[in-house]
């Protein structure tokens, strides 16, 4: 029974991954140029799942299931299909293929797919579309990039203030289009400023005759259209809102969030942070080619052969001292190294509570003390046990104190920069992921190599 | 005029942080012992809001706070705080609180807000629960951990498949219970086993014969009670799913699951990644105190003490080349460094192409091929640099020809141990995460030193 359980949780749980035996048999269908199997292969998945298909295929499959398949490639796909390989998969569509594709597509879709193409393209796409639609596809891209006013749809489900229930329940059903999705109908004064939400749930369980001033949700936030996406997503997550109407300067309604595109930004957020705490271009996708991928990694390598080069000099001063006592070539990288890790420990803690609003001018001295402290003990802690192991490897107990005392050094200092380098990018306005942990690594490797082989050059020679 | 823009942007972003100076107005009240001033203060606060202020002011400063309001406290408020505090925030209250406070809450909050705890402050709070409350949350604690059995809500709206919009409007009209929040209709057959969803607005929009089968969603997908629940955050992220029915083992519905606790699972599922990779307690919190966090980070930091101990081993074993040629000791790190990093891109792109599945059985040799080259590219690349840097520095054009063949090596074991380690963690049903970073950059400080050093005393010496 428990085992007939784990089977069935298995089983489950492969379901969101397309099966390798299916990606075999689509491929199997391209190779063989049979493009009924394939489109009935392909036919059952949902458009994500096809997208994903399409990105992490070779680029041979991928221009081959395209020229096979791409006449029945749907608006839903092209929107889920990665920046990377976007353009290159819109340039091999049939230009009434990617008409009727956009064309069935919400405007913030629409917006989504265009809005980082080249203009040719985007003017390729925007003609596609009917006057209205296009209007409003032009207007949300006058918003900044990464702002509420281009995560937003333009459709609103609104009612006028004093509406009743069931006055409202009417207009819905005469209705000529609604969109697919809606959680709230949001009331709007004569100016067209939103004044509150209802849910639908609430529409459905009340009365005809009750007014839906009356039903209200407590809670209610508007959105302005300039704020920063990473804002929304987070605002979002915070306050578990599920949709949210868009205002412009004359806080006016001009369109609405819903929560599953808050939920896309802040997965793309994420993605973001731990990339660039890596070092690695924020773009980064599984489609990329080896040279896309080199020019993505390359300028954080070079940065960090500078900052290692640094270290390196540090080094050479003590050239002498180690040429004396080589025993310290042996053990300085281990200072060096523990002072990286402690650095990116506190670093990463940092970042995320940064990304959280936990970390906020209220209790920032609090946080860095209570680092400095814990690099403190840590230091002390490994100087104890450090110190026992050099003394001992090396027959010197004063082979030990030196390397204890730079490995307490070290980890304060890796505490400390730790919090503050992200700290004053933050205070800066740059990312505080960004950089931050070539930055913290530098310093724990120039003061771990100095420490140690100036303390010793001091205490043992 | 775009001034005037910027500011509002400005003012509209402040809005989602605790402004400084309400908090300072806050901790003057708690200070002066002013219950009502703090009452004021709090009650226009957003329950997560508060839970943050909870969390983020010292631990004095939490104990005055709960002592001087803490009867004011509510149910949401204690399902937002953090599970580091909440212990210490639940035992503080007074049992009638307590018992006011989860009586409120969906049974999907407060199986969230009691699974971490004792068993005798479990039981406490069951038992102010009525008979029918006390038993869906014991049901819910039956599924696994981190499962979607524990995630799900068990009040679910349904109606039978062959109802009319009609009548579910007047069966909705006349409920007597009702979520705070719903988005589908979900259709059950006889034997309670769901066979669709209906979107409220398509209720709402849809004449009142409408059969309710014949408006039901396309796509529907049932979660089974025992997916674990980083599994499910995915699928609401990949297929843009509201609302989903949970099953049993039967098939039977036993519960939903929404958007809003998906996303929060998402959030929490990065919080997860990103704190692995750095090596530190993924329960790591901003309220946590020294103690509690020297705890978290100590463990790691160890590991990383001994794998640099076995790098400086490797060092030693060319203790006299290094004694002949000091310049090694400058240079060597160099070459560690270099391979560190690149193993660190490689396996955070790893890492996060593993989580959004883009990393699959299909795709994984075309990716570790790509790695391979990007690492052996990015290495002939550094290996001119660091090769002619090396060569001006120390005036040896052989020093130069070590290092670079030594950069070149190191560079590819970094781009394999990069993608290998954290996909043979994964095979190994581990998370890729965890430890993976100290797997790499072992491989890495070894490999370059050994390298280094090695071809270092057979070319010069």
């Known amino acids: 029974m428990a085992e007939a359980l784990a089977e069935e949780t298995e089983r489950e749980e492969e379901d969101y991954r ?98 980082d193409l080249e203009e040719p393209q985007q003017e390729a796409i925007l003609g596609a579309l009917d006057e209205t639609d296009r209007a409003a596809v032009e207007k949300s891209l006058g918003y900044p990039e990464y702002s509420a006013g281009r995560l937003m749809q333009r459709e609103v489900v609104t009612a006028p203030e004093h509406w009743t229930v069931g006055e409202t329940i009417d207009f819905l059903r005469k209705a000529k289009w609604l969109p697919d999705q809606f959680y709230h109908v949001t009331l709007v004064d004569p100016g067209h400023h939103p004044v509150g939400n209802v849910t639908l749930g609430r529409i459905l369980s009340a009365p005809r005759a009750s007014k839906l001033i009356e039903i209200c949700e407590e809670e209610f936030r508007k959105i302005s259209a300039y704020q920063d996406e990473g804002d929304v997503a987070y605002a979002f997550n915070q306050y578990h809102l599920i949709s949210a109407p868009v205002v412009d300067e004359d806080d006016r309604l001009v369109g609405v969030i819903t929560i599953d595109d808050a939920m896309s930004v802040l997965d793309e957020e994420h993605e973001e942070d731990i ?87 209220s209790n920032v001295w609090r946080v860095v003390r209570r680092e400095a402290i814990v690099g403190l003990l840590n230091g002390l802690a490994f100087a104890v046990v450090m110190g026992a192991v050099a003394a001992f490897w090396f027959s010197g107990a004063q082979l030990g ?34 950089a931050s942990g070539t930055f913290v690594t530098t310093m724990t490797d120039v003061v771990g190599f100095f420490a140690f082989l100036g303390l010793a050059s001091v205490v043992l020679l």
């Not at 924020?282 to 500078?306: G, H, K, Y």
């Not at 270290?311 to 300085?332: D, N, P, R, W």
């Not at 050094?409 to 960004?434: F, H, Q, R, T, Y």
């Open 275 to 361: 990339l660039r705490l890596a070092g690695v271009g924020d773009e980064s996708a599984i489609s990329d080619t080896v040279l896309e991928t080199v020019r993505q990694r390359l300028p954080w390598l070079f940065v960090n052969l500078l900052t290692a080069i640094l270290a390196s000099a540090v080094i050479s001063i003590f050239e002498g001292t180690i040429q004396q006592l080589v025993a310290l070539a042996v053990l300085m990288p281990i200072v060096a190294s523990m002072g990286g890790n402690a650095g990116t420990q506190t670093l990463t803690v940092a970042v995320r509570a940064l990304a959280t609003r936990d970390l906020t001018d």
């Open 401 to 434: 104190i030196v390397i204890g005392l730079a490995m307490v050094i070290n980890l304060v200092v890796a505490a400390l920069s730790g919090i503050l380098i992200p700290l004053a990018l933050e205070k800066l306005g740059a990312d505080p992921a960004l």
């Open 18 to 115: 397309l099966s390798g035996e299916l990606v075999e048999e689509i491929l199997d269908a391209v190779e063989q140029e049979d493009a009924d199997r394939l489109s009935e292969l392909l036919e059952p998945l949902h458009a994500a799942d096809i997208a994903d298909l399409i990105e992490q295929v070779s680029g041979h499959e991928r221009r081959e299931i395209l020229r096979l398949w791409g006449r029945q490639i749907d608006g839903e796909i092209l929107t889920e299909i990665d920046e990377g390989i976007r353009e290159e998969v819109l340039a091999s569509l049939p230009p009434e293929v990617l008409a009727d594709a956009v064309r069935e597509l919400d405007s913030d879709d629409v917006v989504d797919l265009i809005e």
